[in-house]
């Protein structure tokens, strides 16, 4: 029985180079196909506009973090206001 599993091992690492000559040939195609498609993101950034893509994902994030926090301010000032009334017209 030990020997069946020692055959098996042995074949297993038969088939590895053939294995990682094609995971290395895929990786390579795969490297080479994500640089293009980088490249022609960069190419699109560049021609659409002034602002790099930086500068707008940053001016988006402030803009949204500045309604968040309105948003936070105006929610508490209102609940605050109506929990007033409340007190004051029940006394």
Request: charged content about 25%.
């Amino acid at each position: 029985m030990a020997e069946n599993t020692n055959d098996g091992a042995s074949g297993s690492r038969d088939q590895s180079p053939p294995d990682e000559a094609a995971l290395s040939a895929r990786l390579g195609s795969l490297d080479h196909r994500l640089s293009e498609i980088r490249d022609s993101r960069r190419n699109k950034t560049d021609q659409s506009g002034t602002e790099s893509g930086d500068s707008a994902a940053r001016a988006s994030a402030m803009a949204l973090g500045f309604r968040l926090s309105s948003e936070l301010i105006a929610g508490v000032a209102v609940g605050a206001a109506i929990g007033w009334g409340v007190d004051h017209w029940l006394s």
